[in-house]
């Protein structure tokens, strides 16, 4: 079992930045690949962010690439979502996710463990 725990959430204008953090406990953190997911009221969960168990291999959903950096510290068992010049559109609530699957993947029904999501709000 994973236990995870998102943080670093809130309220920003738009063109501002957030850095999100998932706290893991339970089993090594280092042996799952990591995903940051969205989802807005209504509808389905969406892919953000992924990066493998070494930090090796990072990939983005086109919508953030360029704005967004997903990172990892093993040694700490902590994730990362650094979100920069974030727009009205970026406003969801954020879930981070473990995957023990040897592949890495973008689908969210290939992750075992999920966090409880912390609100993200930009505003024009």
């Known amino acids: 079992q994973v236990q995870l725990v998102e943080s670093g959430g809130g309220s920003v204008q738009a063109g501002g930045s957030l850095r999100l953090s998932c706290a893991a406990s339970g089993r090594a953190f280092s042996n799952y690949n990591m995903g940051w997911f969205r989802q807005a009221p209504g509808k389905e969960r969406e892919f953000v962010a992924l990066?493998?168990?070494?930090?090796?291999?990072?990939l983005y959903t086109d919508f953030v690439k360029g704005r967004f950096t997903i990172s990892r510290a093993n040694a700490e068992n902590t994730g990362y979502l650094q979100m920069n010049s974030l727009q009205p559109e970026d406003t969801d609530v954020y879930y981070c996710?473990?995957?023990?699957?040897?592949?890495?993947?973008?689908?969210?029904?290939?992750?075992?463990?999920w966090g409880q999501g912390t609100q993200v709000t930009v505003s024009a």
């Open positions: 996710a473990a995957s023990g699957r040897l592949a890495y993947t973008r689908r969210s029904t290939e992750y075992d463990y």
């Open positions: 990066i493998t168990r070494s930090g090796g291999v990072s």
